[in-house]
């Protein structure tokens, strides 16, 4: 989720729902620091995503990681040193106005596995400029440009979960 959501959150929701039209099982995940300041160099939830991982593995053979915005980052941090079968966010905050996050930017470029970002074109806190680059350097990474979007998508959310969608039935099977 993105930050102090939750699972229930509609764009998890619809995710969920979308993936299963390619018959993907999803598991959505609150972090238990939700609400809260995340903790010190979100050893918390990176474990919350572990524990979701090695549950989903235990049951199938590929597992995808997925995050919307706080959940994106968490997700990039995870892959960057215990790759998934692939990666996506939907909106990356990567590098907000006046707060640089060169740890964002490092994990994100260090992936080694596919991985998908995808980012309104107007997201004030994921300049596009800046996942370009990243982009450019690591081949491993597809972005997709959501037009007339912001960070939180609005009314283009489902163009983006459509995204994300398509994109893990072609590359998970």
Known sequence: PGYGGTAEQGILRALSRGLGRF??????????TSGKRPSREYALELDDLRAARDELRASHDKVALVGRSFGGRMCAFLAAVEPPDALAILGHPISPPDR?????????????CPTLV????????GPLAVLQ?????????DLVVIEGAGHEFGAKEREAVDQVARWLDATLR
């Open 23 to 32: 018959d993907i099982a999803s598991r959505a995940i609150t972090f238990r």
């Open 133 to 141: 680059r990243i982009a450019l350097v690591n081949p491993l990474i």
């Open 100 to 112: 640089p996050r060169p740890k964002d930017e490092d994990a994100l470029q260090g992936v080694r």
């Open 118 to 125: 995808v980012q309104g074109e107007r997201d004030e806190l």
